[in-house]
């Protein structure tokens, strides 16, 4: 059990490094949306794989998509937004604000999510620790993203400047947490949880590359990241990972506990993005990462953990 309560340390990390694989991925092939489309294929052909392996046929059924609403065939597109949102705020916020931001928009969401029973959800009203806990999130975010700290004016521009790109990250949070409801929801239907992120995972790529041939984006863009070589071989295993994470939370939850596998693989998230922004890792911009953050990282974690266990 203590093994498997480890595993989601490591589904947490795979999520930080996720963001930071696919930000050096656009930088060699130019375009979010061609970067986004390679992680999704690979992700989906790796689901694609496990739902074989689990004897689950890959094809959905006509009476599926007849007999249900049409919002369950939306995961998709809420996760090419996401992970698009997410390549654009890297470069520029730096790998810790890119996981608390949306982190903190998903919070608000699945509270609204639980609150109204939306997207198939079972009801569960706001109570006042969840409350506590929201609010301790919101406190954690506003210190780790540093919107509190005291600047000159000079140096407080760049930061005003960011407030949109901030937004937005919240905004894909409400995008995430949506995509989870409906994704579970799926899974019910379905019968399968990796069948459902599978349907997911293909849904978006198909739409990635519909969009690539809308923006006229040729495949060949991606010569330069093929021509890395060995030296940059994790610039191909973004999708895997975020596939990985879709997995082991399927397989996990029903062992140990939605609330164990959100709350540990978040201290993972939390802790690997701090990593890759105090050392630069996969050659991303260094960001130190001072107390006042660890202290906001710390507050989220332990706004996180009441919502799930108080």
Known sequence: MIILALIPILMGSGLAMQTAVNSKLRQYVGSPYLASTVSFTIGAL???????????????????????????????LLGVLGMTVNLLLFPKLGSIQTAVLPLFGQIIMGVLIDQWGLFGSPKSGLTVVKAIGVLLVAVGMVVATGMVTRQSTAKSQPKQSHLFLQLLGIGSGFLMASQTAINGHLGVVLGSSVHAAMISFTVGAVLLFILLAGLHLPLTQLTPAFKAGTHYWWLWIGGFLGALYVFGSAWLVPQIGTGQVVVIALFGQLFFSALIDQFGLFESLTNRVVLTRIIGLVTMFVGVAGIHFL
């Open 46 to 76: 790796f689901l694609v794989i496990l739902t074989l392996a689990t004897g689950v046929n890959p094809l959905v059924a006509w009476s599926t998509f007849t007999q249900n609403p049409w919002w369950i065939w939306l995961g998709g």
